[in-house]
């Protein structure tokens, strides 16, 4: 019994001091020597003292050590955030959209890339200030089109690409009404001028998805027609996965979008 009084005391230290009170009240009960009893008592405040001291010193402990794992991993959320936002116009990143795609087997959906046209000459005539408000308007439009359940994100340097669920014709719709009016910078208004391609694609497909869109931007910018719908025929197949084209004209003609396919 004593031994398991013992295993039980350095699982629970607190058990020590409630024996040391057991002992003390045994002594006055059985004991004809008062001084010892209540040197016994003594001894068993001071134990309950000093474990309670000392039960408060490791809870203090656990909870700074609680309260700096929150922190860090606050701080890893953040580095997370900041990883997959694009920081000139706040969309998420280029992975953060093919991630979408992959997750969406079993879904049709419609992808757009949207390309800035003469995205060097807005940078050449103002500054690279200018530039990047220029792109945080094409964002805020693009985030004025999606609904729930859609994304909006930069690709990278002035592409972009907007995925829904919504039918091709519907969103070469919403988009060509969104980008009608100009954006204001510093009190000038500069026009929209992209280039923007659309397919149909099964969720799942991030290759060909972007792939596709990816070669009706470009005949958008060789008919300057603003915006085109993906035509094998006319487009042809993606490259595969690596092989980047020989010719990737980034600039097209300065032209406003419509619905014009012909």
Do not use: W
Not at 1 to 30: C, D, N
Not at 43 to 66: C, H, Q, V
């Amino acid at each position: 019994m004593f031994l398991t009084y013992l295993r039980a005391v350095v699982r629970r230290p607190s058990l020590l001091a409630l024996g040391a009170a057991h002992a003390t009240v045994l002594a006055l009960i059985v004991t004809a020597r008062p001084y010892a009893a209540a040197i016994a008592g003594l001894f068993g405040t001071a134990l309950l003292a000093l474990l309670i001291a000392r039960a408060d010193g490791r809870t203090t402990r656990a909870r700074a050590e609680r309260d700096t794992a929150t922190g860090r991993i606050a701080d890893l959320e953040a580095d997370l955030v900041e990883a997959n936002t694009d920081p000139v116009t706040g969309l998420p990143v280029r992975r953060l959209a093919e991630q979408h795609l992959a997750a969406s087997t079993g879904m049709q959906l419609t992808v757009a890339v949207i390309d800035v046209d003469g995205m060097h000459e807005i940078n050449n005539s103002h500054d690279h200030q200018v530039g990047d408000a220029y792109l945080a308007g094409v964002a805020d439009r693009l985030l004025g089109v999606a609904t729930d359940g859609d994304i909006a994100a930069r690709l990278g340097g002035d592409e972009f690409v907007l995925i829904t669920a919504r039918a091709p014709q519907h969103l070469a719709a919403v988009l060509a009404d969104a980008v009608r009016e100009p954006v204001t910078i510093n009190g000038a208004r500069l026009p929209l001028q992209l280039s923007i391609g659309i397919c149909r694609t099964a969720g799942g497909d991030v290759h060909g998805g972007l792939g596709r869109a990816d070669r009706a931007m470009y005949a958008a910018k060789r008919r300057r027609s603003g915006i085109e719908h993906y035509d094998p025929e006319r487009d042809g197949a993606p490259q595969q996965p690596g092989v980047r084209p020989a010719v990737r004209r980034r600039d097209g003609p300065a032209t406003r979008p419509s619905t014009d396919n012909s």
